[in-house]
């Protein structure tokens, strides 16, 4: 069964809304679509995101040679044993770009999901980027949408083109802010990511990003902190000495101007990184959740703030 955890009061974390929105817990389920990424494939770039393992922060379920379905079928089953029967599950989209494949590959994937939707499967998360998501794909998660809740994924990960450029995102804030629209125009929910820390981002990225975050609508957003994986650009430079991670006291502080500056209402999805510890190089510090739950709940209380309390006044 579902661990019990204090509930924050000073910030909006993503349990205590799935368990009032639902009825019941409510878990992710990861799954490998086989997709790909146009930053590695040469369409936009070569090489990834600098943070980005080959991977592409995936499963690699698919390249086990479990099919779609297959993975879905022995999820829900695994998850079914966990919760006996009473919880939740909410299919997650999760390697590379999964709305960069041809619309056949996208139906396939699609109908694979609305074959299952209904209890236990109560919704479906595609993690994709803001410069992939064409109309023909929105128009076709928006109907699947009518059956069963869909949020859509996209990374910004920082608020601003210069520290974007840094790291290879090779997209813009722009864009990032036009897909937002366009998603919450489709009907569907949209989850952002943000990532504190990044190379010359600094404090005032933190509060920036937080703020565009706020401004642009999105319902939900996840936040960690910069992490250096294995198999990564950003390792190479990090054992040269040449890239610096938070510590855990300056995450958290950094995380509370970023709450600070989220709308009032907006769901915090994560707070941290969730890497595998045989995985990450650095920080060592991030592998406990909880740790930085009760952290920032500490800070806020310290400050006499709340999440939205410095928030641009559009979103407030
Ligand atoms: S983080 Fe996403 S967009 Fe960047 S290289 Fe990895 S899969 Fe591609």
Request: net charge negative; charged share 25%; proline share 5%.
């Amino acid at each position: 069964m579902t661990d019990p955890v204090t509930v924050p009061t000073r910030f909006r974390t993503l349990r205590p809304w799935l368990l009032a929105a639902f009825g019941r817990p409510v878990h992710r389920l990861a799954l490998d679509a086989g997709s790909s990424c146009p930053n590695r494939d040469g369409t936009r770039g070569h090489g990834g995101c600098a943070y980005c393992d080959v991977e592409g922060s995936g499963t690699g379920a698919l390249k086990s040679g479990l099919d779609l379905a297959l993975q879905l079928e022995l999820g829900l089953e695994r998850l079914a044993r966990r919760e006996h029967g009473a919880g939740g599950v909410i299919a997650y989209l999760q390697s590379y770009s999964n709305t960069y494949v041809s619309p056949a590959r996208l139906d396939e994937v699609l109908a694979v999901i609305e074959a299952r939707a209904g209890a236990p499967l109560v919704g479906l998360s595609v993690a994709t980027r803001p410069d992939t998501l064409p109309e023909w794909a929105l128009a076709r998660l928006a109907r699947l949408h009518q059956r069963l809740p869909v949020w859509v994924e996209l990374g910004l990960e920082a608020a601003d083109d210069r520290v974007l450029a840094a790291i290879n995102r090779l997209h813009t804030v722009a864009e990032f802010e036009d897909a937002v629209a366009r998603v919450r125009g489709a009907g569907l929910v949209c989850v952002a990511h943000a990532i504190l820390g990044l190379p010359d981002d600094g404090r005032a990225g933190a509060r920036r990003t937080a703020e565009v975050l706020a401004e642009s609508g999105v319902e939900g957003v996840k936040v960690h902190q910069l992490m250096v994986l294995k198999k990564t650009q950003f390792a190479a430079r990090w054992r040269e000495g040449a890239l610096d991670v938070l510590d855990a006291p300056t995450y958290v502080a950094w995380l509370a101007d970023f709450v600070e500056r989220l709308g009032p209402e907006q769901i915090l999805h994560r707070l941290t990184g969730d890497a595998a510890e045989d995985e990450l190089l650095a920080p060592r510090w991030s592998l406990d959740k909880n740790d930085v739950r009760a952290a920032l709940e500490a800070e806020l209380e310290h400050r006499g703030t709340r999440q939205g309390e410095f928030a641009p006044l559009r979103a407030r």
